[in-house]
Structure formats: C-alpha cells, structure tokens
C-alpha cells in the first residue's frame, strides 16, 4: 500500500494488530549535552507562539503532556489529531482548540494546509512514528517525536531523512533532559564535583498491566512497541548513561530474564540487565523490568562523591542526594515543569530557526545501542558499539 494516497490510520493498524480494544488508550553530538534546558527567552513579549498538533489522544498526552501548555511561554495547542471524535472534541473544548482544526488518522494529510500548525507532536506508539513524521514533514510542518524514536535503526533514519529534504527540525521529547534536576546532576558532574566519574547505576521498572490498565495493552505487543521493558523504559537508563557522562559506549554486554510462561511476555521482554562501557572509564549498570514496582532511579559514583537521584525520571516529586566525605544532603533544588520546558525549547528552535538539544540523531543513537544490548542478551556475547 502506498501510504501517501492510502495511509493506514492508527486505528485500522491497531486492529490489524489484534489491538482493537486498547485504542482508546493508546492515543548537536551526543556527547556534547548541552546543560540548559531551554534557549535564551524571546526578547520580545508578543512574539508569536508556535501552534502544536497533537497526534494521538491517549493518557499519556491528556494528563500528562497536554496540561504542560498551560505553562509554556512559546508554544500553544491548535489541532488534534485522533480516531475518538467524542475524545477530541471534549479536548478541543478544554483547550480552545476551533472545530476545523480536529482532524482524524485519515485526513491528517490535509493538515498541509492549516498555517495555525508548525509543530505536529507525534504522540503514538513507537510503530507510528515514522509514519506520521515523514507525513508531517511531506506537510510541511516541523515534528515532535516522542521516544522511542522508533523500533529498527532504518525507521529512525527514514524519519530524519523525511525532515531534513523538507526543510523541517526534528525532535524526539527525551523530558529528562529538559528536568532541573537531572541537569543539576549533569551540571555537577561537569564541573567535578564527584571527582573522576567511576560508576553509574541506573534502574526502571514498572508494572505493565495490559488487562488492568488497557493504556498499557499496545505495550507487550512487539509489532507495536519494539521490544519491551528496554524499549519503553531501559531507555531512560541508557539515555542518562550517556548524558551524566557525555560520552558514548564503546561495548555492551546484557542478559535477559523473562518468564515466557506469564502471557504479559509472550512476544516482549520483562527483565533485562545491561553494561555500557565508556571510554573515560566509566561502567554503567542499567536494569529494566516490567514485573517490579515503580523505580526510576540512579546513581552516579565518582572518586571524591556520589550523587543520587530517585526518582530521577518521574513526572515530578524528583529528590537528590550527595554523598561525600562529610557525610549526605540533599541540594535545595527547586521543581520544574519538564514538558513545559521541552515545549519551549521545541518552539524557541523553531522561532529562533536552531537545532533542537535532542535531535533526530539522538534518537537514533538509543535505538543503535538498543539493538546492540538485544544482540549481546541474545548472544551472550559483548557487543561492540
């Protein structure tokens, strides 16, 4: 099927994925690693805010990412995108968003002409992403991704090649990396204060309950999700990995541990452990699991001090501790809104006409070392990276 006349919607994919029943739930270098969150604010007041789509309407979008705009200073919400009508048309309500600008999975294409749109904000499962962004991009629009990127290294470059022959930026929403607490860690880390950086451990789990909680069924379905828990949620290891030390890994090794019995991990991981070595000598220790209560964790271990964060890639309620000589204390760090501030910076590199902090390239690089950590679990086996 040629997806640029006959494009599948969202809701026809998930069907053809046995999904039917969980759609109304779905819906620079690297080692560079810039420290602030946003770029310099506008200098001026009544500078124009950039216009979002939203694609796909599910929990994560509505009580999460949607609310953030009401905090932002460059960015609004101007059209839906979603297969719910009823859902879409509350929201649309809620966020003073004009009945023309609600579109469905099969007009979205027609969104080409609406000037309100600059970003389209691509908020699906990980199988749709490259789909919608090269759709967007093929409109004309910039995009938003969120993470994942995507499930295969070819998706991902198909997604960055779209944007750039269009002229448009790309983005993927890594949200920690815009957290003040996350780039404290990293900010400290930089100026040395924990020493030579030796050690970095880090820890996500969840439990993934697909009959419990239907905004979780796409989850252990592999032609949606990727893969797993790593997929979903080892990437928040892996991405701080590399940004706390702002290199990249040379060798992976990892080990899966799954009950194939449980029919949550019938085509997806549960458990799985990773090693990243990096060139500085740092080695960090990475777990995942989508059997083991909410952890989302780590801690980095220097020569002269350790610094803790737990959470570390929550929505909020993030804590850190500092251990050195003198015993522990926590920083008084002060609570920020990280999807405000990733909308921000989305809509300051489109004002400003810079490259997004987290780029497409970004992306790519996880979902390289995510194939690289399947192969060493498949393996057994060290992957060079």
Same mark, same amino acid.
């Given at each position: 099927?040629?997806?640029?006349t006959?494009?599948?919607?969202?809701?026809?994919?998930l069907?053809?994925?046995?999904?039917g029943?969980?759609?109304?739930?779905?819906?620079?270098?690297?080692?560079?690693?810039?420290?602030?969150?946003?770029e310099?604010?506008?200098?001026?007041?009544?500078? =124009?805010?950039?216009?979002?789509?939203?694609?796909?309407?599910?929990?994560? *979008?509505?009580?999460q990412?949607?609310?953030?705009?009401?905090?932002?200073?460059?960015a609004?919400?101007?059209?839906?995108?979603?297969?719910?009508?009823?859902?879409?048309?509350?929201?649309?309500?809620?966020?003073?968003?004009?009945?023309r600008?609600?579109? $469905?999975?099969?007009?979205?294409?027609?969104?080409?002409?609406?000037?309100?749109?600059?970003?389209?904000?691509?908020?699906?499962?990980?199988?749709?992403?490259?789909?919608?962004?090269?759709?967007?991009?093929?409109?004309?629009?910039?995009? +938003?991704?969120?993470?994942?990127?995507?499930p $295969?290294?070819?998706?991902?470059?198909?997604?960055?090649?779209?944007?750039?022959? *269009?002229?448009?930026?790309?983005?993927?929403?890594y949200?920690?990396?815009?957290?003040?607490?996350?780039?404290?860690?990293?900010?400290?880390?930089?100026?040395?204060?924990?020493?030579k950086?030796?050690?970095?451990?880090? %820890?996500?789990?969840?439990?993934?309950?697909?009959?419990?909680?239907?905004?979780?069924?796409?989850r252990?379905?592999?032609?949606?999700?990727?893969?797993?828990?790593?997929? %979903?949620?080892?990437?928040?290891?892996?991405?701080?990995?590399?940004?706390?030390?702002?290199?990249?890994? $040379?060798?992976?090794?990892?080990?899966?541990?799954?009950? =194939?019995?449980?029919?949550?991990?019938?085509e997806?991981?549960?458990?799985?452990?990773?090693?990243?070595?990096?060139?500085?000598?740092?080695?960090?220790?990475?777990?995942?699991?989508?059997?083991?209560?909410?952890?989302?964790?780590?801690r980095?271990?220097?020569?002269?001090?350790?610094?803790?964060?737990?959470?570390?890639?929550?929505?909020?309620?993030?804590?850190?501790?500092?251990?050195?000589?003198?015993?522990?204390?926590?920083?008084?760090?002060?609570?920020?809104?990280?999807?405000?501030?990733? +909308?921000?910076?989305?809509?300051?590199?489109? +004002?400003?006409?810079?490259?997004?902090?987290?780029?497409?390239?970004?992306? +790519?690089?996880?979902?390289?070392?995510?194939?690289?950590?399947?192969?060493?679990?498949?393996?057994?086996?060290?992957?060079?990276?």
């Amino acid at each position: 099927m040629d997806r640029s006349t006959s494009p599948a919607s969202r809701r026809q994919f998930l069907r053809r994925a046995g999904l039917g029943t969980a759609l109304a739930a779905v819906v620079g270098p690297a080692a560079a690693f810039p420290l602030s969150s946003t770029e310099p604010a506008m200098q001026h007041a009544d500078q =124009k805010k950039i216009g979002f789509a939203i694609v796909g309407l599910g929990k994560f *979008a509505t009580e999460q990412m949607m609310p953030a705009f009401k905090e932002t200073r460059h960015a609004r919400i101007v059209a839906l995108v979603s297969g719910s009508p009823d859902k879409a048309a509350r929201l649309a309500r809620e966020y003073d968003v004009e009945a023309r600008n609600i579109y $469905t999975y099969q007009n979205f294409d027609t969104i080409r002409d609406n000037p309100e749109v600059d970003v389209v904000y691509v908020v699906l499962p990980p199988a749709l992403h490259a789909e919608y962004t090269e759709r967007a991009a093929r409109a004309g629009k910039h995009v +938003l991704s969120e993470k994942p990127m995507a499930p $295969t290294v070819a998706e991902c470059q198909r997604m960055i090649a779209a944007c750039q022959q *269009a002229g448009k930026k790309l983005m993927i929403a890594y949200r920690a990396q815009y957290e003040p607490f996350n780039l404290e860690a990293i900010a400290r880390i930089r100026r040395g204060e924990l020493g030579k950086l030796l050690q970095i451990t880090a %820890d996500h789990g969840r439990i993934v309950d697909p009959v419990g909680d239907k905004a979780d069924t796409w989850r252990v379905v592999r032609k949606m999700a990727g893969g797993g828990s790593l997929m %979903d949620i080892g990437i928040y290891s892996l991405n701080a990995a590399r940004y706390l030390t702002g290199e990249e890994p $040379t060798e992976v090794t990892a080990q899966e541990m799954t009950d =194939k019995s449980d029919p949550r991990f019938k085509e997806v991981e549960d458990r799985i452990h990773f090693t990243l070595r990096f060139p500085g000598g740092t080695l960090a220790t990475c777990t995942s699991a989508y059997s083991i209560q909410q952890v989302k964790r780590f801690r980095a271990f220097g020569s002269q001090a350790w610094l803790d964060l737990d959470p570390a890639t929550d929505y909020d309620r993030h804590r850190m501790t500092i251990g050195d000589k003198d015993g522990q204390h926590e920083p008084p760090l002060k609570e920020g809104n990280q999807f405000a501030a990733e +909308l921000d910076h989305m809509a300051e590199c489109v +004002l400003q006409n810079k490259t997004p902090k987290t780029p497409g390239e970004e992306g +790519l690089r996880d979902i390289r070392l995510i194939q690289a950590i399947y192969e060493a679990a498949r393996t057994g086996k060290a992957v060079k990276v």
